[in-house]
């Protein structure tokens, strides 16, 4: 299996992963710095010119969520995501996708408009809508984990490692500043040695 990525994007999730199942890959950095994702080589391989990506074999997949829903799927033996059509399944997918698209889609869109639109681009109250957006879907989150240590109770899955790299973060932001359960919640997950070892590279 190969893995592009750079640095702190999505990809550190994928590379999280890989770290829990202590499956062999290769590690291949797109140095977005200097458009090498913009770079016909890479296009070829994701033509929307994002990372990561993951090549097993003829399959390339390149979103994040689908790279770490594959790669437990296929190594289920290592018990990081129940059974498809359990009701823990259903369960943790609800926490995947309420991650995406309620957590992860405001803290892009509020980093959109503060750094990477251009000037003329940036809407100051989109900032504000997103802060607020994220904090009411952090309230359910927050609800959501309770007094378990992981999303499912004693059990870490993939919706640990997505909810955990998104509100990791977000703390970078302040935006976590009151919801001390989940700040709690981040520090047991990233403590984990197959994080320490993924954020070393």
């Given at each position: 299996?190969?893995?592009?990525?750079?640095?702190?994007?999505?990809?550190?999730?994928?590379?999280?992963?890989?770290?829990?199942?202590?499956?062999?890959?290769?590690?291949?950095?797109?140095?977005?710095?200097?458009?090498?994702?913009?770079?016909?080589?890479?296009?070829?391989?994701?033509?929307?010119g994002?990372?990561?990506?993951?090549?097993?074999g003829?399959?390339r997949?390149?979103?994040?969520?689908?790279?770490?829903?594959?790669?437990?799927?296929?190594?289920?033996?290592?018990?990081l995501?129940?059974?498809p059509?359990?009701?823990?399944?259903a369960?943790?997918?609800?926490?995947?996708?309420?991650?995406v698209?309620?957590?992860?889609?405001?803290?892009?869109?509020?980093?959109l408009?503060?750094?990477?639109?251009?000037?003329?681009r940036?809407?100051?109250?989109?900032v504000?809508?997103?802060?607020?957006?994220?904090?009411?879907?952090?309230a359910?989150?927050?609800?959501?984990l309770?007094?378990?240590?992981?999303?499912?109770?004693?059990?870490?899955?993939v919706?640990?490692?997505v909810l955990?790299?998104?509100?990791?973060?977000?703390d970078?932001?302040?935006?976590?500043?009151?919801?001390?359960?989940?700040?709690?919640?981040?520090?047991?997950?990233?403590?984990?040695?197959?994080?320490l070892?993924?954020?070393?590279g």
């Amino acid at each position: 299996m190969k893995l592009y990525g750079f640095g702190p994007t999505r990809a550190a999730r994928c590379l999280w992963l890989l770290r829990e199942l202590e499956q062999p890959f290769e590690y291949v950095s797109v140095d977005l710095a200097t458009g090498e994702h913009q770079q016909p080589a890479f296009l070829a391989i994701n033509p929307y010119g994002r990372v990561p990506v993951l090549e097993d074999g003829d399959l390339r997949i390149r979103e994040s969520v689908a790279i770490c829903t594959y790669l437990a799927d296929r190594f289920a033996d290592r018990g990081l995501i129940p059974t498809p059509g359990s009701p823990d399944r259903a369960v943790h997918d609800q926490h995947l996708f309420f991650t995406v698209a309620e957590l992860d889609a405001p803290l892009w869109r509020q980093r959109l408009h503060r750094v990477m639109y251009p000037e003329a681009r940036r809407i100051p109250g989109e900032v504000d809508n997103a802060q607020r957006d994220f904090h009411a879907a952090a309230a359910v989150i927050q609800e959501d984990l309770g007094d378990g240590p992981f999303l499912l109770g004693e059990r870490f899955t993939v919706s640990d490692v997505v909810l955990a790299h998104t509100l990791f973060w977000a703390d970078w932001t302040d935006l976590l500043e009151g919801f001390e359960p989940l700040r709690a919640y981040v520090a047991r997950c990233v403590a984990r040695p197959a994080c320490l070892s993924a954020m070393r590279g």
